[in-house]
């Protein structure tokens, strides 16, 4: 059985940095798209970014030039450096992954990580 599992979300004033992680377990045999989300009270779900490799990477326009998003295959792991926070950011954020494992190929969600930006 395939799971999510983030962390290094909490509490941070802005202007500051938080860097998230999320590592994928069970029997895994390849990981695709990896990606953030987040969802802040009252709103839909949205895209923070994706990554396929280091040449395809994708970010809202919101988060660019402040968030990296990375990735280490060997390690089951995708990270979110986030930068320069705003309070704009706070929000639950979920990483998302494309997995194909021994029970077949699917999107799997973590069970979020909440960031609050705030003085």
């Known amino acids: 059985q395939v799971q999510l599992v983030e962390s290094g979300g909490g509490l941070v004033q802005p202007g500051g940095s938080l860097r998230l992680s999320c590592v994928a377990s069970g029997s895994i045999f390849s990981m695709y798209t990896m990606g953030w989300y987040r969802q802040a009270p009252g709103k839909q779900r949205e895209l923070v970014a994706t990554?396929?490799?280091?040449?395809?990477?994708n970010y809202a326009d919101s988060v660019k030039g402040r968030f990296t998003i990375s990735r280490d295959n060997a390690k089951n792991t995708v990270y979110l450096q986030m930068n320069s926070l705003k309070p704009e950011d706070t929000a639950i954020y979920y990483c998302?992954?494309?997995?194909?494992?021994?029970?077949?190929?699917?999107?799997?969600w973590g069970q979020g990580t909440q960031v609050t930006v705030s003085s």
């Open positions: 998302n992954a494309h997995i194909r494992s021994v029970s077949g190929e699917y999107d799997y």
């Open positions: 990554i396929v490799s280091f040449r395809r990477i």
